[in-house]
């Protein structure tokens, strides 16, 4: 009877289709600029129905009503064109476009927050954009550097913090899910991010889901997911040769000079591409090296990475891409103070640390393969399949102990995307991965045994399900994923993630979003296993930690205020339930991972785009204020989350007169209320000022930035310098 109802379905669903075939047409071709270069342009029936984005080949195929029908072709930069078309029932109609460049604003194209290419004013979550020219215009090295400028977004010596989520446990187990065109890529055995992982020339842009991603994404995604998207391989011979040099200020009293010379940091990576109708390859290579600003602070890191497409048919595309890592550093730990190296009679030395962590050195390598597989059945359905690898391996040289491991990530997803309707749109998938670690600080006894190698693994199975129905002015979204994740083998656990969303339009208004989802975050592997030593404290592990899970809310509005004014705010509230965070026993001196009972974190994120007084000037400011607490449980009070500010403030300039810009950005953190270990220190507020300036001549372009420019000495983490003035200057050639 099954298979009777199942053969039934199938034969149903093939005559609505037929019958469907029967009253439609299909219009195909191209879009390209007035340069001949490819617009992956937005496609779109006028009255409301269907819509579709072209490829990285400009191409585009849409399925329209029989008769006469009025399409609009829209790119971001460029003049729309409107076009109207006849055509009979079953026929089909080859149209190509060409734009023309204009001072239009669209709302950009993002491909994060549903999983499928939607307009940002269609997304029920926010997102913030890091675009090429973010990060072309700051003379950094890795994609963070210019990620941590976008509203909402703060970096703790390395670890992401979206709206308070993730505080900060020396990169262990991020709450914010990092992907590379889609493809998750934490570490197995921590779960932390490696920000340098793909080469800084082949980022297109930076998508950051701001809230919780679970209900697409799984694990991980509690806080947010990144996405870093590379570049599209554009057709023909192209190639890029990108130098860098820089140096480090000295410390601003000569009580606190560790070295007899300034530092310095300098760089070099060859990007190559060649791309036919067929094939297309691009690959990066280089290194830099850097003194550090502060003592032990030396690294060398060597870097490759690239991506092969195959354009096997108008509906088909296959992905390969990958990249590997090396890094030899040294390892700065924490500062000195009186009686732990030569301190010079002060009380500390930020620029120095303890005589007993000299000679420290680290030893990293890391890397990932991809491949996906792209293919479009019909205007009604599209399906995507991918398979990962990452891996990390590094060891930590210590006087007297090396502690080391190696850890892999294997994933697999298949997801489908359904169009029944122009109205309707749905995503369905599933999704698998394996992490294990081989490792020597790896336990799960409480007695602390260690410098044992052991071997750990986690799996996780999940399917989901997501769908969107337009209503006129009004899209509705509702989804749901289903988690399964065994630890070394043991029994299942089962994490139920739901979602709801609306966005409405109006036309004095703006549009509004809405949004109400579950996430959570499964204990990385060395939040359950660790057993170290960290600045003097000893790590026990916690094999019994469980998941963590929140419910989060939001409410955002984007407008244009006025033709030179454009905001987007939100109001967010999340209650956090079995937070993992570090518990420190200074009587024991111990460090456990634990799950904080309840936890809240709500506040206003807003930002602002003008461009004011003239042309070519364009300013931004973002502000968040985040009320983040732990609440009563146990014998522990109410009390601040820890490492997270009330008031984060970003003010950023730009102007550009032809070929010449300049710029800057204003970072205000006010002081964390609450921090683990040493609370007594003395803390400050962040207050951080960088400057820029670019010019270009032909094939040629230079660019400077001078990050930290006042030289303000602060710290974020316990006895943790962050970096002082830095002068950077990037010459790029371009063929």
Same mark, same amino acid.
Request: with cysteine; hydrophobic share 40%.
């Given at each position: 009877?099954?298979?009777?109802?199942?053969?039934?379905?199938?034969?149903?669903?093939?005559?609505?289709?037929?019958?469907?075939?029967?009253?439609?047409?299909?219009?195909?071709?191209?879009?390209?600029?007035?340069?001949?270069?490819?617009?992956?342009?937005?496609?779109? %029936? @006028? /009255? &409301?129905?269907? +819509?579709?984005?072209? #490829?990285?080949? $400009?191409?585009?195929?849409?399925? !329209? =009503?029989?008769?006469?029908?009025?399409?609009?072709?829209?790119?971001?930069?460029?003049?729309?064109?409107?076009?109207?078309?006849?055509?009979?029932?079953?026929?089909?109609?080859?149209?190509?476009y060409r734009l023309h460049t204009a001072a239009v604003e669209l709302p950009p194209t993002i491909v994060t927050a549903a999983k499928r290419s939607q307009f940002l004013d269609q997304a029920v979550t926010s997102i913030a954009l890091v675009t090429d020219t973010d990060v072309a215009?700051?003379?950094?090295?890795?994609?963070?550097?210019?990620?941590?400028?976008?509203?909402?977004?703060?970096?703790?010596?390395?670890?992401?913090?979206?709206?308070?989520?993730?505080?900060?446990?020396?990169?262990?187990?991020?709450?914010?899910?990092? %992907? @590379? /065109? &889609?493809?998750? +890529?934490?570490?197995? #055995?921590?779960? $932390?991010?490696?920000?340098?992982? !793909? =080469?800084?020339?082949?980022?297109?842009?930076?998508?950051?889901?701001?809230?919780?991603?679970?209900?697409?994404?799984?694990?991980?995604?509690?806080?947010?997911?990144?996405?870093?998207?590379?570049?599209?391989?554009?057709?023909?011979?192209?190639?890029?040769?990108?130098?860098?040099?820089?140096?480090?200020?000295?410390?601003?009293?000569?009580?606190?000079?560790?070295?007899?010379?300034?530092?310095?940091?300098?760089?070099?990576?060859?990007?190559?591409?060649?791309?036919?109708?067929?094939?297309?390859?691009?690959?990066?290579?280089?290194?830099?090296?850097?003194?550090?600003?502060?003592?032990?602070?030396?690294?060398?890191?060597?870097?490759?990475?690239?991506?092969?497409?195959?354009?096997?048919?108008?509906?088909?595309?296959?992905?390969?891409?990958?990249?590997?890592?090396?890094?030899?550093?040294?390892?700065?730990?924490?500062?000195?103070?009186?009686?732990?190296?030569?301190?010079?009679?002060?009380?500390?030395?930020?620029?120095?640390?303890?005589?007993?962590?000299?000679?420290?050195?680290?030893?990293?390598?890391?890397?990932?393969?991809?491949?996906?597989?792209?293919?479009?059945?019909?205007?009604?359905?599209?399906?995507?399949?991918?398979?990962?690898?990452?891996?990390?391996?590094?060891?930590?040289?210590?006087?007297?102990?090396?502690?080391?491991?190696?850890?892999?990530?294997?994933?697999?997803?298949?997801?489908?995307?359904?169009?029944?309707?122009?109205?309707?749109?749905?995503?369905?998938?599933?999704?698998?991965?394996?992490?294990?670690?081989?490792?020597?600080?790896?336990?799960?006894?409480?007695?602390?045994?260690?410098?044992?190698?052991?071997?750990?693994?986690?799996?996780?199975?999940?399917?989901?399900?997501?769908?969107?129905?337009?209503?006129?002015?009004?899209?509705?979204?509702?989804?749901?994923?289903?988690?399964?994740?065994?630890?070394?083998?043991?029994?299942?656990?089962?994490?139920?993630?739901?979602?709801?969303?609306?966005?409405?339009?109006?036309?004095?208004?703006?549009?509004?979003?809405?949004?109400?989802?579950?996430?959570?975050?499964?204990?990385?592997?060395?939040e359950r296993f660790v057993s170290t030593t960290v600045q003097a404290f000893r790590v026990v592990p916690n094999p019994n930690l469980h998941s963590e899970t929140a419910w989060s809310v939001e409410l955002g509005n984007t407008a244009t205020v006025s033709s030179a004014v454009r905001?987007?705010?939100?109001?967010?509230?999340?209650?956090?339930?079995?937070?993992?965070?570090?518990?420190?026993?200074?009587?024991?001196?111990?460090?456990?991972?634990?799950?904080?009972?309840?936890?809240?974190?709500?506040?206003?994120?807003?930002?602002?785009?003008?461009?004011?007084?003239?042309?070519?000037?364009?300013?931004?400011?973002?502000?968040t204020f985040l009320y983040a607490r732990e609440l009563a449980h146990d014998a522990i009070p109410d009390r601040p989350l820890a490492f997270r500010p009330r008031h984060l403030v970003t003010l950023g300039a730009d102007y550009q007169r032809g070929a010449v810009s300049v710029g800057?950005?204003?970072?205000?953190?006010?002081?964390?209320?609450?921090?683990?270990?040493?609370?007594?220190?003395?803390?400050?507020?962040?207050?951080?000022?960088?400057?820029?300036?670019?010019?270009?001549?032909?094939?040629?372009?230079?660019?400077?930035?001078?990050?930290?420019?006042?030289?303000?000495?602060?710290?974020?983490?316990?006895?943790?310098?962050?970096?002082?003035?830095?002068?950077?200057?990037?010459?790029?050639?371009?063929?």
């Amino acid at each position: 009877m099954k298979r009777l109802v199942f053969i039934l379905a199938c034969l149903a669903s093939a005559s609505l289709a037929s019958l469907r075939a029967q009253d439609s047409a299909v219009l195909y071709g191209l879009v390209h600029d007035t340069l001949g270069q490819p617009l992956r342009a937005y496609v779109r %029936l @006028v /009255d &409301g129905g269907r +819509a579709r984005v072209a #490829d990285g080949r $400009g191409r585009y195929r849409l399925t !329209v =009503p029989a008769g006469t029908t009025v399409v609009r072709i829209d790119h971001i930069g460029f003049e729309a064109v409107t076009d109207t078309v006849t055509l009979a029932a079953g026929d089909s109609l080859e149209r190509n476009y060409r734009l023309h460049t204009a001072a239009v604003e669209l709302p950009p194209t993002i491909v994060t927050a549903a999983k499928r290419s939607q307009f940002l004013d269609q997304a029920v979550t926010s997102i913030a954009l890091v675009t090429d020219t973010d990060v072309a215009r700051r003379a950094v090295t890795t994609v963070d550097e210019a990620v941590g400028k976008a509203s909402g977004v703060q970096f703790l010596n390395g670890q992401v913090n979206i709206r308070g989520s993730s505080g900060y446990v020396q990169g262990l187990g991020s709450r914010v899910l990092l %992907l @590379v /065109d &889609g493809v998750p +890529a934490n570490q197995g #055995d921590r779960g $932390g991010i490696n920000w340098d992982l !793909v =080469p800084l020339e082949q980022v297109e842009r930076v998508e950051i889901v701001k809230g919780t991603g679970s209900a697409l994404y799984g694990s991980a995604a509690l806080g947010g997911v990144v996405n870093v998207i590379t570049r599209d391989i554009r057709p023909g011979f192209h190639t890029r040769v990108r130098a860098l040099g820089g140096a480090y200020a000295n410390p601003p009293s000569d009580i606190w000079n560790f070295r007899n010379h300034t530092g310095a940091e300098e760089g070099l990576d060859v990007t190559g591409s060649y791309g036919t109708d067929l094939m297309r390859g691009t690959l990066t290579g280089g290194g830099w090296h850097s003194d550090g600003y502060r003592e032990q602070d030396r690294r060398n890191h060597w870097q490759t990475g690239g991506k092969a497409q195959w354009l096997a048919t108008p509906e088909t595309r296959v992905t390969a891409s990958g990249s590997w890592v090396s890094d030899q550093s040294g390892t700065p730990l924490v500062w000195c103070t009186r009686g732990t190296c030569d301190d010079r009679g002060q009380a500390f030395q930020p620029f120095m640390i303890e005589a007993s962590g000299r000679g420290a050195l680290t030893r990293s390598d890391k890397g990932y393969l991809a491949g996906t597989v792209e293919h479009r059945a019909s205007e009604g359905l599209g399906w995507h399949a991918r398979a990962s690898w990452g891996r990390t391996h590094f060891t930590d040289f210590q006087p007297g102990r090396d502690d080391w491991g190696v850890a892999n990530r294997f994933g697999g997803e298949f997801r489908g995307e359904l169009h029944p309707t122009g109205n309707r749109v749905a995503t369905v998938g599933a999704e698998g991965s394996f992490s294990d670690v081989r490792t020597n600080i790896f336990t799960g006894d409480t007695n602390l045994t260690s410098n044992v190698i052991r071997t750990h693994d986690q799996r996780e199975f999940a399917a989901y399900a997501e769908g969107e129905q337009r209503l006129g002015r009004a899209r509705l979204t509702a989804g749901v994923r289903t988690d399964f994740i065994a630890v070394d083998g043991g029994g299942l656990s089962t994490v139920l993630s739901p979602r709801i969303g609306a966005v409405l339009s109006t036309a004095r208004a703006g549009v509004w979003r809405a949004s109400v989802g579950r996430g959570f975050r499964a204990p990385s592997l060395a939040e359950r296993f660790v057993s170290t030593t960290v600045q003097a404290f000893r790590v026990v592990p916690n094999p019994n930690l469980h998941s963590e899970t929140a419910w989060s809310v939001e409410l955002g509005n984007t407008a244009t205020v006025s033709s030179a004014v454009r905001s987007d705010a939100a109001l967010f509230w999340t209650e956090a339930y079995d937070l993992i965070e570090p518990t420190v026993d200074t009587s024991r001196g111990r460090i456990q991972f634990q799950n904080v009972a309840r936890a809240r974190l709500a506040g206003l994120d807003l930002a602002l785009t003008t461009t004011p007084f003239t042309a070519g000037l364009t300013a931004t400011l973002s502000y968040t204020f985040l009320y983040a607490r732990e609440l009563a449980h146990d014998a522990i009070p109410d009390r601040p989350l820890a490492f997270r500010p009330r008031h984060l403030v970003t003010l950023g300039a730009d102007y550009q007169r032809g070929a010449v810009s300049v710029g800057g950005d204003f970072r205000y953190t006010s002081r964390f209320e609450r921090v683990e270990l040493y609370e007594t220190d003395p803390r400050v507020a962040e207050k951080v000022l960088n400057l820029r300036a670019s010019a270009a001549s032909g094939s040629w372009t230079m660019r400077a930035q001078v990050t930290n420019a006042l030289n303000y000495i602060y710290n974020l983490v316990p006895r943790t310098l962050e970096p002082v003035r830095t002068v950077s200057v990037v010459l790029t050639w371009t063929y």
